[in-house]
């Protein structure tokens, strides 16, 4: 699904790598005339493949909004959109549907899981109801990376908030999906549980190869990523590779103008 094309790297030296999603000129607007709203002003991006990237800003700034758009949840209002070597802005709803469910993953603040349902069949829910058979061997591998090998039997009210969000992890890396979307993924957890699905999101990357884009508003959770994003008023402000907790929060500082509040805990998980 993902195709080979050219992406500036950080410092303006030319460099080729797997684009797993990019949009070109995309714009998000809400109403008409006096009333409209802009959510994305003609944003141009590229998203790596095997690697992680965060997207930050400010609330309102369209983070999520670009997000959505990227992983085919949203229309956009112009412009242009591709998940590997697929324009999904051309797409059908049946089409754009099967686009997601077979080269897409998902994790959302909420765990969505199903209480009836014990861990290892809420991971495998989305590939039994395609009538998929998943590959056992990724799937050992995938659990055994975010370590529930010992909670497969339990269902969600016998797991805690970390060990459900690890279960979430795990489902939407079941079906090995192009590229996997996160939406304040640890916005529920505690900084104990955020470090470890953070650490697994982390380690799906460099020992999976898998492609990860999410949105945050944690300094501490952007530091997981190979790249930071910053969004304001709709546009691509600022990026930033190779960050820390450290310099997310300085560069939010100076994006926002405001003081954003301390991580609870640093880079390892270690609260502060």
């Known amino acids: 699904m993902t195709t080979a094309v050219t992406i500036p790297k950080s410092g303006g030296s030319g460099g080729s790598t797997a684009v797993a999603a990019s949009g070109r000129q ?22 790596a493949g095997g690697r992680f990237t965060a997207i930050m800003g400010p609330s ?5 909004t670009l997000m959505h758009c990227l992983a085919g949840l949203d229309t956009v209002t112009s412009g242009q959109i591709w998940v590997g070597g697929t324009e999904i802005t051309k797409l059908k709803d049946k089409k754009l549907t099967q686009l997601r469910r077979d080269h897409i993953g998902f994790i959302f603040q909420a765990f969505n899981l199903l209480p009836t349902l ?9 590939m039994d109801i395609a009538g998929r058979k998943p590959d056992r061997e990724w799937l050992d591998k995938v659990i055994g990376t975010v370590g529930l ?16 969000q690890r279960v979430a992890v795990a489902r939407a890396l079941a079906a090995r999906p192009d590229i996997i ?22 380690k799906s990357v460099d020992e999976l190869g898998q492609t990860i884009v999410m949105v945050t508003h944690d300094p501490v959770a952007a530091s997981y990523a190979d ?8 546009r691509i402000v600022d990026e930033m590779t190779s960050p820390t907790a450290d310099t997310v929060l ?22 502060s």
């Open 26 to 47: 995309v714009t998000k607007a809400y109403g008409a005339g006096e009333t409209r709203v802009v959510a994305l002003d003609a944003v141009d991006v590229d998203i």
């Open 60 to 64: 309102g700034s369209g983070k999520s």
């Open 118 to 126: 014990n861990a290892a069949e809420n991971i495998t829910l989305p």
């Open 149 to 164: 090998a010992d909670r497969l039997k339990h269902r969600p009210n016998q797991l805690s908030g970390g060990q459900q």
């Open 181 to 202: 979307f996160g939406d304040e993924p640890t916005g529920n957890l505690d900084s104990r549980a955020g470090a470890e699905v953070l650490g697994f999101l982390r």
């Open 227 to 234: 790249r930071v994003l910053y969004l304001a008023d709709g």
């Open 250 to 271: 300085e560069r939010m500082l100076n994006l926002s103008g405001g003081t954003p509040q301390a991580p609870a805990f640093d880079a390892r998980g270690r609260t």
